[in-house]
């Protein structure tokens, strides 16, 4: 069973914070990920993919500020977030990509940017 | 890049809703590999249809994907309390980029 737990999540007066998802259940090193995000009462939002091969795709909201990666070795999906602005408060969600969609999401973990 | 759904829609227990997800600037083809995510408050999204067509494992087949006109459709038949969710498509634009449609609110009442 595919299971993925983010972490890393809180509040934080600008600057940056480090997102986790530590992933099991399937064999990490060979699929692309993905992070997407839902602001308090607003619709999802798709924010980095990172394929098996390591490049990386940004929403435009995010590149330059937002930085993603793995650890194939810890099964770990990473997103680093600098220069962290009150619009990028939300529940952000560690996803599992096959090809062109998310197959599997994670429960989430909730970032308060607070001006 | 903008994708479109209904803001809401009211279907009544044992009726059929088609909601649908556009481009402004393209007719949706399969070439856009639409995919369609359930979400409840509170709940992170499930994974509903995949590939436009395809339902994903252990999704009833009340639920069904397809290509409307110029849209990709997501149809539930049959609908049932526990479908009252949020309901968001997804189109993959090429070069890694994927966008959210802005979702509909499906109330079953």
């Known amino acids: 069973e595919v299971q993925l737990l983010e972490s890393g999540g809180g509040l934080v007066t600008g600057g940056s914070l480090r997102l986790s998802c530590a992933a099991s259940?399937?064999?990490?090193?060979?699929?692309?990920m993905a992070w997407a995000r839902q602001a308090p009462g607003k619709g999802m939002e798709w924010v980095s993919t990172?394929?098996?091969?390591?490049?990386?795709y940004y929403a435009d909201f995010a590149q330059g500020r937002f930085t993603i990666s793995r650890d194939n070795s810890r099964n770990t999906l990473f997103l680093q977030m600098n220069n962290l602005r009150a619009e990028d408060t939300a529940v952000y969600y560690c996803?599992?990509?096959?090809?062109?969609?998310?197959?599997?999401w994670g429960q989430g973990t909730l970032v308060t940017v607070s001006s | 890049t903008v994708v479109t759904q209904e803001p809401s829609f009211s279907v009544s227990p044992g009726g059929t809703v088609t909601l649908t997800c556009g481009l402004s600037?393209?007719?949706?083809?399969?070439?856009?590999?639409p995919s369609w995510y359930q979400q409840t408050p509170g709940q992170a999204p499930r994974t509903l249809i995949y590939n436009t067509y395809t339902r994903s494992s252990g999704v009833p087949d009340r639920f069904s994907g397809s290509i409307v006109g110029n849209k990709a459709a997501l149809t539930i038949t049959g609908a049932q309390a526990d479908d009252e969710s949020d309901y968001y498509c997804?189109?993959?634009?090429?070069?890694?980029?994927?966008?959210f449609g802005t979702g509909t609110k499906v109330i079953v009442l």
């Open positions: 259940g399937f064999t990490f090193s060979t699929y692309a």
């Open positions: 990172i394929n098996h091969y390591g490049n990386t």
């Open positions: 600037f393209d007719s949706v083809s399969t070439n856009y590999y």
């Open positions: 997804v189109l993959y634009m090429g070069n890694g980029i994927s966008v």
């Open positions: 996803a599992k990509r096959d090809k062109y969609f998310f197959d599997s």
